[in-house]
């Protein structure tokens, strides 16, 4: 690439994130690029598990302008996500570098340095928009070192196949551990471990009154919502386990050893694999270089713009971005409307070509 271009705006990361904030941006006469680590459309959901499943409908998990087609089941698979992923870049024609791996950020005068493995890039604002799922979390367990089976994360997890006839752990609670478990339990042994009891919706109930419930709750302080985005949908293969009694869970052991895990009783047991349901941090190794996150991985910020770097802005990282502004259904509703409302967006910034109305934006679904 041309190593002097300077971009208006960068958005590092080409997943839902990144294209919900590319098709708001793109209203402006901005020159806008997104750099995309992944070698094809999908993001993320390119390395979910082959059975993953939404758990809201599909005109509830869309991304601005264009409403993700409705399918045969209720619950959009993994692979209809990436094909509707792939359909919207291309319906919004964006400009999208890939495979483009940003591995530092730097300062240049008034611009952001981007080291990729791709050249240098230069941008006078940036957009971070890399997700969790490139940085999944293992919780510190004495011993868990020392376990000679088999470990992996759900970010890894595939299929049930490798696991015939184990002896399995599944530990971590919420959507992705009810439905490995749901799958896994036909062909191993498995024992699913969850900090407490998992909480089931009503089968009624899916993402979409999930999502509204708990953001009314959010929005007005309540400090123990009814409605949490933790609790489990209950979408037909975990029915199905259910109607097996294949969903009860225990409490955490206490530690591991080499051949398994010893629980708070004292009591050992011999165990094949653990598959680690335990959540993602931030992927934000890359800003390293400005010495802005804190200890646990984020960076500080007031809506979504950085407060130590005004010209940095940061999408779809979870609550401290925006509520449920890691998912599909919370992206557009949260993460981009409070991107909007940033004053960079309304006043006249530093950076001139911010001097843009941003103000129109809005949540209706339409044609480009």
Known sequence: MNEQTVHDVIIIGGGQSGLATAYHLRRNA???????DQSSPGGAWQHGWESLRLFSPADASSLP????????DTYPSRQEVIDYLTNYEKRY???????????AVKLEDTLFLLMT????YRCRALVCSTGSWSHPYLPAYAGREDFSGKQIHSATYTSPDEFAGKRVLVVGGGNS??????????????????????SFLPDEVDGRY??????????????????????????????????????????????????????????????DAIIWCTGFRPALQFLDELDLRTPDGRVEVEGTRSVKQPGLW???????????????????????????????????????FFRCRIGSFNNVHRGP
Request: charged residues 20%; proline residues 5%.
């Open 65 to 72: 302008g264009w409403l993700m087609p409705r399918g045969l």
């Open 177 to 198: 551990g009810a439905q490995i478990v749901a799958e896994v339990s036909k062909v191993a042994n498995t024992t699913w471990v969850t900090q407490q009891e998992p």
């Open 314 to 352: 940061l999408v779809g990282y979870g609550s401290w971005t925006g509520f449920a502004s890691a998912t599909l259904i919370g992206v557009n509703r949260s993460a981009v409307k409070r991107l909007r409302k940033s004053s960079a967006f309304y006043k006249e910034s530093s950076r001139p």
């Open 93 to 103: 024609g964006f400009t999208i570098h890939r495979p483009v791996h940003v591995y």
């Open 30 to 36: 901005l020159d806008v690029i997104l750099l995309d």
């Open 210 to 271: 999930l999502f509204q419930a708990a953001t009314q709750r959010f929005h007005a302080g309540d400090p123990r919502p009814r409605a949490n985005l933790a609790d489990i949908v209950m979408v037909d293969s975990v029915k199905e386990a259910r109607s097996r009694d294949a969903l009860q869970a225990v409490r955490p052991f206490t530690a591991l050893n080499q051949d398994g895990v010893i629980w708070p009783d004292g009591s050992q047991e011999s165990v």
């Open 117 to 120: 493995n791709q050249g240098e």
